[in-house]
């Protein structure tokens, strides 16, 4: 049996790019020391215990990067380019009568869409907003249902509202919900970015 054991941890340390682990620890030296723990774990206790704890500290890690996402926006100020930053950076300097124009990017989910529409009711209501979504992947129906709710409590408070740049498969799952018909019906749902700013 120890013959077997010695044959098993020399191919796994024969397994270890050694270099791509010196890259680890010079970039991410997080992702390193949570690669070590899970070894020890994996080495130290039962192998499905590493597996186990490597899949739920690789699933909180992506959990974590996802609802901590900051939106970025673009500003026009008086008709011009103003500024493109975070929302956080954005909010101390914002004037009304800025045109602000927010892009949605990848899978617009229940895990992440709370973070973005808190940051979206930090923006002033009196000032005009562009929903772009060309870069998002999908949307899943919670997701949709905040979105909806964001947009009905901006058109109460008469908050210039539009959509932008929907794919044929979002304008699709949309066309569904009151808000698009409503957006639709005034006329604040575009084809483009550009036509939405016009």
Known sequence: MA?????????????????TRRKMYIYDRKSFVMMIIIALVTWLTDPMYGIVLGTVVALMVHIVHLTQESLIVTVMRDGEFYAKKTIAD???????????????AGEINFMNIGTMIEQLEQL????????????????DVDAMEQLEHFVTMQLAHNRDIRLSSLSDKLTEQLSKTVMYQTLKAYGAVYGSTAGAIG
């Open 3 to 19: 013959i077997i054991a010695a044959i098993l941890v020399s191919i796994a340390i024969k397994l270890l790019d050694m270099k």
């Open 90 to 104: 954005y909010v101390s300097e914002q004037v009304t009568g800025d045109l602000i124009i927010v892009k949605l």
């Open 124 to 139: 002033d209501r009196h000032n005009p907003l562009i929903i772009s979504c060309r870069s998002v992947t999908d949307m």
